[in-house]
T-cell receptor, first 112, second 117 residues
Framework: QKEVEQNSGPLSVPEGAIASLNCTYS??????FFWYRQYSGKSPELIMS????GDKEDGRFTAQLNKASQYVSLLIRDSQPSDSATYLC????????????FGRGTSLIVHP | SAVISQKPSRDICQRGTSLTIQCQVD?????MFWYRQQPGQSLTLIAT?????????ESGFVIDKFPISRPNLTFSTLTVSNMSPEDSSIYLC??????????????FGEGSRLTVL
């Protein structure tokens, strides 16, 4: 069974700091990796996708992928209180079911 | 990106009744999905809604309990049948972008929060 593991948190960081969110996955055949943000009472929204080993940057967000270690992370630089949300890691495989498997999410709290 | 309208946004239902949730996308999409999210939990895939054919259900979910329709590329419904308090949850409609999407990059409706008494 494919598993995606995240620390549920909460992860509390001060405003302006770097928030680091981590995710591990069990399926070595995984090819696509995603980070979704979910504000309380709202539905998830895609913020980052990454498909190759290494880093991918988009504004204040950086996704990092290490397939050998089966590890994907999301860094949020200059964290803002508006970044406070639950961050869901999602992983999908090629060759058949590309539907992503979601982790339980990490709650991030950015305090002023 | 495309927008999903989902209704009802919330409802309070009596045990033993059924409720149908509607999901409308403002553009044609290849794949539509139905997820359930219980408080503090992640997203659990109920089924993939296939256009013109029967839905594909995940382990633990059956058609008699969660019948799904997908009459075209922009619309789907999920019915929660013979509800019990254990069905109280948020139900989310989801789709991938465009008709050629490979999945994974999903967008979601606002969800339907069901409470069963």
């Amino acid at each position: 069974q494919k598993e995606v593991e995240q620390n549920s948190g909460p992860l509390s960081v001060p405003e302006g700091a770097i928030a680091s969110l981590n995710c591990t996955y069990s399926d070595r055949g995984s090819q696509s990796f995603f980070w979704y943000r979910q504000y309380s009472g709202k539905s998830p929204e895609l913020i980052m996708s990454i498909y190759s080993n290494g880093d991918k940057e988009d504004g204040r967000f950086t996704a990092q992928l290490n397939k050998a270690s089966q590890y994907v992370s999301l860094l949020i630089r200059d964290s803002q209180p508006s970044d406070s949300a639950t961050y869901l890691c999602a992983v999908s495989s090629s060759g058949g079911s590309y539907i992503p498997t979601f982790g339980r999410g990490t709650s991030l709290i950015v305090h002023p | 990106s495309a927008v999903i309208s989902q209704k009802p946004s919330r409802d309070i239902c009596q045990r033993g009744t059924s409720l149908t949730i509607q999901c409308q996308v403002d553009s044609q999409v290849t794949m539509m999905f139905w997820y359930r999210q219980q408080p503090g939990q992640s997203l659990t895939l109920i089924a993939t809604a296939n256009q013109g054919s029967e839905a594909t259900y995940e382990s633990g979910f059956v058609i008699d309990k969660f019948p799904i329709s997908r009459p075209n590329l922009t619309f789907s419904t999920l019915t929660v049948s013979n509800m019990s308090p254990e069905d109280s949850s948020i139900y989310l409609c989801s789709a991938n972008e465009g008709t050629g999407g490979l999945g994974g990059e999903l967008f979601f409706g606002e969800g339907s929060r069901l409470t069963v008494l």
